[in-house]
């Protein structure tokens, strides 16, 4: 995020326009769908959360996933809809359109089965001011191997090093592990160190690697940061990406 020009809302036909448009952004796409590809199990259950346009849900029905998709703005459900029609008529897409608190209070998919991996891309989870009841809820609608694998915004990019925000937020982030980030060139939202997404899912997932968004090649086919082992300086090593890769491990 700049402190550049204003945010402007763009949903729907407009937001897949644009996230397609970038090279970047394709890369860093594609990087995800590689990692979701490597770690489900074949024709596995999918839990698309922030779905958006379901550039991701159609990619991965194609490929023979069922995915259910989740995103709470109209104009992305209805693109979405349209996106993936032949794979919701044929039952390999789920859409649920459903409120936030609603979706919260659903006991499980509406599929009927839980799902092996939740996938999040493009950092949803940052405009979720709170997480816990959240992992909860993906504790709920995961298989017991369950994992998530959850593209969240990097706050040590050294993109944003260049702007005065972040050096006036960086005592708070480094002291309360988040910062809340009003808007600007980007939707309000909430930036989180790595300490706190562990702390906030810990009693229903552990954090278990790191992946960066745009690898170098010689990272490319690496699995990533392993936490539970070197892995302390893990925000160095992702710092050149605007985004990272989180994956969880669900907790008995």
């Not at 999918?46 to 849900?57: Q, R, S, T, Y």
């Not at 909430?190 to 745009?214: N, Q």
Request: with cysteine; glycine share 6%.
């Amino acid at each position: 995020m700049s402190s550049g020009a204003p945010y402007e809302n763009h949903t729907g036909a407009v937001y897949f326009q644009r996230i397609t448009t970038l090279e970047e952004d394709r890369r860093v796409r594609s990087t995800f769908q590689d990692l979701v590809l490597g770690m489900a199990p074949p024709g596995a259950m999918l839990f698309d959360f922030g779905a958006g346009p379901g550039i991701d849900a159609r990619f991965f029905a194609e490929r023979g996933f069922t995915v259910e998709a989740y995103d709470v703005d109209p104009k992305m459900c209805e693109f979405l809809a349209t996106h993936c029609r032949e794979f919701i008529d044929s039952g390999r897409v789920i859409l649920d359109r459903s409120s936030y608190r609603e979706f919260l209070a659903h006991k499980a998919l509406i599929a009927g089965r839980p799902a092996n991996l939740v996938i999040s891309n493009f950092a949803p989870l940052n405009q979720v001011a709170e997480l816990t009841e959240l992992f909860a809820k993906f504790h709920a609608i995961t298989c017991p191997a369950g994992k998530l694998l959850l593209s969240v915004l990097t706050p040590y990019f050294i993109g944003d090093l260049k702007t005065r925000w972040w050096w006036r937020n960086a005592p708070r982030l480094w002291r309360d592990r988040h910062v809340f980030v009003p808007g600007g060139a980007a939707p309000p939202h909430t930036r989180r160190r790595l300490a706190d997404f562990s702390a906030l899912s810990s009693p229903y997932f552990t954090l278990t690697r790191v992946f960066c968004a745009l690898p170098s090649e010689s990272q490319r086919h690496t699995n990533g940061i392993d936490l539970n082992d070197g892995g302390r300086w893990a925000w160095l090593q992702v710092a050149t990406s605007r985004f990272m890769f989180l994956l969880f491990e669900k907790r008995e």
